[in-house]
């Protein structure tokens, strides 16, 4: 079976994990960390079972960068 790497980012919002791939705008959430990240994975993988071609192409986004930034706050 053919695999694509994507990236996911996870952070906590109040009791839950939210878990967003942002190449595809795909988001789950769990009760914890690798739970959000195993719901993410399942999402995506069901995305790629339902979609068509076309929504698949205008989807994916090919070039996503994760930076920190240190920014001077006032």
């Given at each position: 079976m053919p695999q694509m790497?994507?990236?996911?980012?996870?952070e906590r919002?109040?009791?839950w994990y939210v878990?967003?791939?942002p190449?595809?705008?795909i988001a789950?959430?769990?009760n914890s960390v690798e739970e959000a990240r195993q719901n993410l994975i399942?999402?995506?993988e069901l995305f790629f079972e339902?979609?068509?071609?076309t929504?698949?192409?205008?989807?994916t986004r090919p070039e996503v960068f994760v930076t920190q930034m240190r920014v001077a706050i006032a």
């Amino acid at each position: 079976m053919p695999q694509m790497q994507f990236t996911g980012i996870i952070e906590r919002d109040e009791d839950w994990y939210v878990a967003l791939c942002p190449e595809l705008d795909i988001a789950s959430q769990g009760n914890s960390v690798e739970e959000a990240r195993q719901n993410l994975i399942e999402a995506i993988e069901l995305f790629f079972e339902v979609a068509s071609p076309t929504e698949i192409r205008e989807r994916t986004r090919p070039e996503v960068f994760v930076t920190q930034m240190r920014v001077a706050i006032a």
